[in-house]
C-alpha cells in the first residue's frame, strides 16, 4: 500500500519557467512533510519542509503547497534552471502518539525533473 | 567538515556472501537510518536506531542486519539470506525530535 504517492515518473519544463512536481497522501496521521532532491548515485539532499499546521512554506525560488483537506501536496521552482535536472522525492512524516522518537519517513516513488535549456 | 560518509562507494560481491556496508556521521546525531533504493522506486527504510545499543526494524527489514555500538557508526549487513540484494543503500541521520534526515552519498551494492 502506498502511503505517498508521486504519479508523474517524469517531467519537463523549459528553461526560466515554473516546474510543479505533485504528490500525494493517504495517511492523514502524516503531519510533516520534506521535499528531497537527488541526483544519480549520489544520497538526497534536502530541499524544503512544511508542517501540517501550515499551507504555505518558501525558500527561495522553492514553494511548497499542502492541502490538509486533499491530502496533497506540491513544489514550485520558479524560475526553473539547468542545475535543477534531478530526481525530486517527497515524504511524510507521521506523529504517532505524543512522541516523534520513531521519525520514520515516507517516500514516494520520485518524479525525474529535465530542465531543457 | 560535518557530514555522512559511507564505503565504499561501489562494491561487488558473490551470490551467497555476506556484506557490510558503512555509514558514519560526525553531526552528533542521535537516530540513523538505512534505506534502500530500487529502479524506478522510493526509499524503502530497512533499519533504524535512535540511540546506541538500540535498533527497530523498518519496513523490509528481512535478509539484513545491524549494530549501533558507537553514536557515530550503523553498518548494515547485507547476509545470503537477502534474496534480492543488488541495490542502491543509502544511510542517513536526524536529531532526536526532528523530522529531517540528512543522507550519505550511498553504496551500489552488486550481487554477481
Known amino acids: 500500500d502506498q502511503q505517498v504517492k508521486q504519479n508523474s515518473p517524469s517531467l519537463s519544463v523549459q528553461e526560466g519557467r515554473i516546474s510543479i512536481l505533485n504528490c500525494d497522501y493517504t495517511?492523514?496521521?502524516?503531519?510533516?512533510f520534506l521535499w528531497y532532491k537527488k541526483y544519480p548515485a549520489e544520497g538526497p539532499t534536502f530541499l524544503i519542509s512544511?508542517?501540517?499546521?501550515?499551507d504555505k512554506n518558501e525558500d527561495g525560488r522553492f514553494t511548497v503547497f499542502l492541502n490538509k483537506s486533499a491530502k496533497h501536496l506540491s513544489l514550485h521552482i520558479v524560475p526553473s534552471q539547468p542545475g535543477d535536472s534531478a530526481v525530486y522525492f517527497c515524504?511524510?512524516?507521521?506523529?504517532?502518539?505524543?512522541?516523534?522518537?520513531?521519525?520514520?519517513?515516507?517516500f514516494g516513488q520520485g518524479t525525474r525533473l529535465t530542465i531543457n535549456p | 567538515d560535518g557530514g555522512i560518509t559511507q564505503s565504499p562507494k561501489y562494491l561487488f560481491r558473490k551470490e551467497g556472501q555476506n556484506v557490510t556496508l558503512s555509514c558514519e556521521q560526525n553531526?552528533?546525531?542521535?537516530?540513523m537510518y538505512w534505506y534502500r533504493q530500487d529502479p524506478g522506486q522510493g526509499l524503502r527504510l530497512i533499519y533504524y536506531?535512535?540511540?546506541?545499543?538500540?535498533?527497530q526494524k523498518g519496513d523490509i527489514a528481512e535478509g539484513y542486519s545491524v549494530s549501533r555500538e558507537k553514536k557515530e557508526s550503523f553498518p548494515l549487513t547485507v547476509t545470503s539470506a537477502q534474496k534480492n540484494p543488488t541495490a542502491f543503500y543509502l544511510c542517513?541521520?536526524?536529531?532526536?525530535?526532528?523530522?529531517?534526515?540528512?543522507f550519505g552519498p550511498g553504496t551500489r551494492l552488486t550481487v554477481l
Open positions: 542517513a541521520s536526524s536529531i532526536m525530535e526532528k523530522d529531517t534526515q540528512y
Open positions: 495517511n492523514s496521521m502524516f503531519d510533516y
Open positions: 512544511i508542517s501540517s499546521i501550515k
Open positions: 515524504a511524510a512524516s507521521p506523529k504517532e502518539g505524543v512522541s516523534r522518537a520513531s521519525q520514520k519517513l515516507v
Open positions: 553531526l552528533n546525531h542521535d537516530a
Open positions: 536506531s535512535q540511540i546506541v545499543n538500540d535498533f
